[in-house]
């Protein structure tokens, strides 16, 4: 009988001590509504260490809003507000797991409740997506003060937890992006790969960015070129890449292959058609280089590179005549060298109007002006050739011809 009796006492106590955490969740999700989130936060913190409250979905789900509450409450916005964001959102983790990531439960129901505008309180959710439109305000609040590191903190929180928003994952990463967290950067962009009809083009064009300058990885970048070429096979900035690409890793025949069909959509764009030139001129084909360089001078006059491109093959092949005359025997000297040197004046008098464009482009670069001081030199232009050495001493000193 005795035994019997400590059973039951035993029994009651084990009930008691049940029925008293449960007053404590129960406790703790009226300070929630009556906004004591301190004592509601310890009261709670109190039921997940529990045994049996501890093990229910409900006591997590009420420790997330409470946490939610207190995060929408700090407007300090620092790493500690933060912080606490992060514990609601694993808090809701938990809740969901409990539920067997089973989304049709009521309790399931209530964690994904939206937060609609112009609705009363008790048609709100407060659960994930309150949480989300919290840490959203915040990213934005940070953003307009310029703070980036806090900014992609919350963005990133934001878009953890709702991933299909693609607008903040790309916020998230776009501010990752501008801080340097080029991991993170990487892990939004490439999320919103994996979004159905969602437009990626600007996700890929930051992960080509981040791969081949941040990472040094042409490989990952043509990876990453090719796989965005397949779903935008029209887009000329995709076309430019590649083509850059495959001559970084030293892919000329694919390179020419991929320049020659960019070029059937875009006949007029300077930046192909320079790689065209390139390729050319890298093959040996100087003419046809030369062709190229001077094409993307007039589909853009005002493009430097194909400027200076074109007028540096003028010169090399002036130069190469000059060279030759220099070798020659004094019997070929009598017979070619004027006939040459007429030659070489006329490739220098082919270059000038390309120097002359390119150094107005970049009217402080010297090494321009010194080609057009030699060339006006050579062509006995004196004035013009003084109006060189003048900038030029201006910029480098008298004595610039003796460095």
Do not use: C
């Amino acid at each position: 009988m005795k035994k019997l009796i400590l059973s039951l006492a035993v029994v009651g106590i084990a009930s008691t001590v049940a029925f008293g955490q449960k007053k404590v969740v129960r406790s703790a999700e009226k300070n929630l509504r009556k906004g004591n989130l301190e004592e509601a936060y310890t009261e709670i913190k109190t039921a997940t260490a529990d045994e049996e409250t501890g093990a229910q979905s409900d006591t997590y789900f009420i420790k997330g809003k409470i946490e939610t509450k207190m995060f929408e409450a700090d407007s300090s916005n620092t790493q500690s507000t933060v912080d606490m964001g992060r514990e609601a959102q694993e808090s809701f983790v938990k809740t969901f797991e409990m539920e067997n990531n089973d989304s049709t439960s009521k309790v399931s129901k209530d964690l994904f409740k939206e937060v609609l505008p112009d609705m009363p309180a008790n048609f709100q959710g407060e659960g994930i997506y309150r949480l989300k439109n919290a840490s959203f305000n915040k990213a934005i609040a940070k953003y307009e003060e310029e703070d980036m590191e806090l900014s992609h903190e919350f963005f990133a929180l934001a878009a953890d937890l709702d991933p299909n928003d693609t607008s903040i994952v790309f916020n998230a990463g776009y501010t990752a992006n501008m801080i340097g967290n080029t991991e993170a950067a990487k892990k939004y962009f490439t999320e919103l790969l994996d979004v159905p009809e969602y437009n990626k083009l600007n996700a890929y064009y930051f992960l080509i960015q981040i791969a081949s300058a941040e990472d040094n990885d042409p490989e990952e970048a043509y990876r990453v070129v090719t796989e965005a070429r397949e779903e935008y096979p029209d887009d000329k900035g995709l076309a430019e890449f590649e083509i850059q690409l495959l001559l970084q890793l030293d892919k000329m025949d694919e390179a020419m292959t991929s320049i020659e069909k960019a070029l059937v959509n875009d006949p007029n764009n300077p930046a192909i058609r320079l790689r065209y030139g390139y390729l050319k001129e890298k093959s040996g084909d100087m003419e046809g280089a030369l062709e190229e360089y001077k094409k993307t001078v007039e589909a853009d006059p005002e493009f430097f590179e194909g400027n200076y491109y074109a007028g540096a093959i003028y010169l090399d092949k002036a130069r190469n005549i000059i060279t030759e005359v220099n070798n020659l025997s004094d019997d070929e000297w009598e017979a070619k060298s004027e006939t040459m040197l007429k030659e070489a004046d006329g490739l220098y008098l082919e270059a000038l109007p390309y120097f002359t464009k390119a150094s107005e482009l970049k009217p402080d670069n010297t090494d321009i002006m010194e080609i057009l001081f030699q060339i006006h030199t050579r062509l006995k232009n004196e004035a013009k050739a003084e109006e060189y050495n003048q900038m030029l001493s201006d910029k480098l000193g008298e004595n610039w011809l003796e460095r």
